[in-house]
């Protein structure tokens, strides 16, 4: 029962930073995966993407309602990225279980990094980018979401405000398409590997659902900054406990 409540606690935690932010909640769920509901690194990565895939289609149901999506670069975009994702999902069956966790945690170290060190962007739109660059930016984080099962948010919404030119409440909506386009063509990748726990899934995606509407719409309300660097030293904290359980096995 407590094994119960708890994945249902981090469902809904996982759910609420995608919808409030965008992205984040997805580099949370392969460790709560691995360390809570007892998968193995490769299984809980196809679970990941199943999971991150049905949260971010529920919290962008309400920023289309809020008019914070722009469909043409979320498609542009999220193609792109599919073909990557779908085509580098069986590198992870590549990699030992312990590589691929410390692979993870130094992911996280950089993103937190740069979520830390990061001026928080504007609502203003920067300069528009051309196509072409729309969708080599998909296909690199595409590249990570088939690999590493993340969705790829803490990555894509940055690079649609500086590198695309959204602004930022419409970055976060457009992310969120993004994520579940990336997160499809990964699962999809995957399905050759260990089998998925649907049980699983299931749990941590309704806990998810209700997380990612309310956050959602939290999103207009709430200091999208400050939550930003909480997650930020709450991920380099989670990435030093993964490199510290795992780096001395490799020793």
């Known amino acids: 029962m407590i094994a119960f409540v708890a994945d249902l606690a981090?469902?809904?935690?996982?759910g609420l930073t995608l919808?409030?932010?965008?992205?984040?909640?997805?580099i949370l769920t392969?460790?709560?995966l691995v360390?809570?509901?007892?998968?193995?690194?490769?299984?809980?990565?196809?679970?990941?993407?199943?999971?991150?895939?049905?949260?971010?289609?529920?919290?962008?149901?309400?920023?289309?309602?809020?008019?914070?999506l722009n469909w043409k670069v979320a498609l542009v975009f999220g193609g792109a990225g599919?073909?990557?994702?779908?085509?580098?999902?069986?590198?992870?069956?590549?990699?030992?279980?312990?590589?691929?966790?410390?692979?993870?945690a130094l992911l996280m170290l950089v993103v937190g990094g740069v979520m830390l060190l990061r001026r928080s962007a504007g609502e203003q739109?920067?300069?528009?980018?051309?196509?072409?660059?729309?969708?080599?930016?998909?296909?690199?984080?595409g590249v990570l979401t088939g690999f590493l099962g993340v969705g790829?948010?803490?990555?894509?919404?940055?690079?649609?405000?500086?590198?695309?030119?959204?602004?930022?409440?419409?970055?976060?909506?457009?992310s969120l398409i993004i994520i579940a386009m990336n997160s499809l063509a990964g699962f999809l990748g995957h399905l050759g590997g260990p089998p998925t726990d649907f049980g699983i899934v299931a749990v941590f995606a309704?806990?998810?659902?209700?997380?990612a509407l309310l956050g959602a719409r939290l999103a207009r309300r709430l200091n999208a900054a400050a939550l930003r660097t909480a997650f930020a030293v709450f991920v380099i904290g989670l990435a030093v406990v993964l490199l510290v359980d795992n780096v001395r096995y490799l020793v």
Request: proline fraction near 5%.
């Open 206 to 211: 309704a806990a998810g659902i209700a997380g």
């Open 125 to 141: 739109a920067g300069v528009a980018r051309s196509w072409p660059v729309i969708a080599a930016t998909g296909v690199g984080v």
């Open 19 to 26: 919808g409030l932010l965008g992205g984040g909640g997805s």
């Open 82 to 104: 599919m073909l990557a994702a779908y085509l580098s999902a069986g590198l992870s069956q590549l990699v030992p279980a312990r590589a691929l966790l410390i692979a993870f």
């Open 30 to 32: 392969v460790p709560a």
């Open 10 to 14: 981090l469902g809904f935690i996982i």
């Open 35 to 68: 360390y809570v509901a007892g998968l193995s690194p490769q299984a809980a990565v196809t679970a990941s993407l199943a999971i991150v895939g049905i949260n971010s289609l529920a919290g962008a149901s309400t920023h289309r309602a809020q008019g914070t």
């Open 152 to 174: 790829g948010g803490f990555l894509i919404v940055p690079a649609l405000v500086m590198l695309v030119g959204l602004p930022m409440r419409q970055a976060v909506g457009t």
